[in-house]
C-alpha cells in the first residue's frame, strides 16, 4: 500500500512541473493572439496552484503527526521531505515560468 502512495503523490507532484515546463516554449504575443492558448495557460496555472495547496496540506499533516510521534508515520519521512522540495520547487520555477512567459525567444547563432 505504502509503494501505491508513493506512486500516486510524485506522480500528482511531477506532472505540473511537466505541464508548465510544455509552456517555456511561448512567447508573450503567442498569447495576446491565441486564445485557446491563453486558457491553457490558465488551467495549468490552476492545477499548478491546486499542486501547491496539495503540498501544503502533505506537508502540514505530515509535520503533525511526526511531532505527536504517531507510529502511523513510518516510512512516510521521504514524502515529507519531498514535499518541502516541491514546496520550494513549484514558487520558484512551473509558477514562474507560467505567470510570466518570455518576451522573445532568442535565436542561436550558425
Excluded at 16 to 40: A, M, V
Excluded at 84 to 99: A, D, G, H, K
Aim: aromatic share 18%; proline share 4%; net charge positive.
Amino acid at each position: 500500500m505504502i509503494i501505491l502512495i508513493y506512486i500516486a503523490y510524485y506522480f500528482l507532484s511531477l506532472l505540473p512541473i511537466i505541464i508548465s515546463y510544455r509552456f517555456r516554449k511561448y512567447t508573450i504575443s503567442d498569447y495576446q493572439y491565441n486564445k485557446q492558448l491563453n486558457w491553457k495557460k490558465r488551467g495549468a496555472l490552476i492545477f499548478n496552484y491546486i499542486a501547491l495547496i496539495f503540498q501544503v496540506i502533505v506537508a502540514g499533516e505530515l509535520k503533525s503527526k511526526l511531532e505527536s510521534l504517531d507510529n502511523s508515520i513510518l516510512g512516510y519521512e521521504p514524502i515529507l521531505v519531498s514535499a518541502y522540495i516541491f514546496l520550494i520547487v513549484y514558487t520558484l520555477f512551473p509558477i514562474s515560468w507560467l505567470e510570466s512567459p518570455k518576451s522573445h525567444i532568442k535565436k542561436e547563432k550558425i
